[in-house]
């Protein structure tokens, strides 16, 4: 599945807020109550999330995870390899405990 078809799908979930929605990045904010969709939706497109994981990223991953603002415990990151790309998915929960900053992008 190409990052299009991922946004399309992700973007019929409910979101509270749409920051960004470009053609290799999409940066929105969730609620809480649609997380399991959305995790359901991201491991059907990009399978098991690699963090939290006990797996230690690539570095290739790594420094692209850091371009876009780090993974710190808490979060959570989804990541697919496509050969000359990769999908990206990170979602960082806010201090509020309601809301969920999605990030996805294909670099």
Not at 38 to 51: A, C, D, T
Not at 59 to 75: A, H, N, R, S
């Amino acid at each position: 599945m190409d990052f299009s078809s991922i946004k399309k799908e992700i973007k019929t979930l409910s979101f509270e807020m749409l920051r960004i929605d470009s053609d290799n990045f999409f940066e929105a904010v969730i609620i809480k109550q649609e997380i399991g969709k959305l995790n359901l939706q991201l491991k059907s497109f990009l399978g098991e999330p690699v963090y939290p994981s006990e797996n230690i990223l690539a570095d290739e991953v790594q420094k692209t995870v850091d371009t876009l603002g780090g993974i710190m415990p808490g979060q959570t990151l989804y990541y697919k390899d496509l050969g000359d790309s990769g999908i990206f998915a990170m979602l960082w929960p806010w201090n509020d405990g309601e809301r969920i900053t999605v990030k996805i992008t294909q670099r």
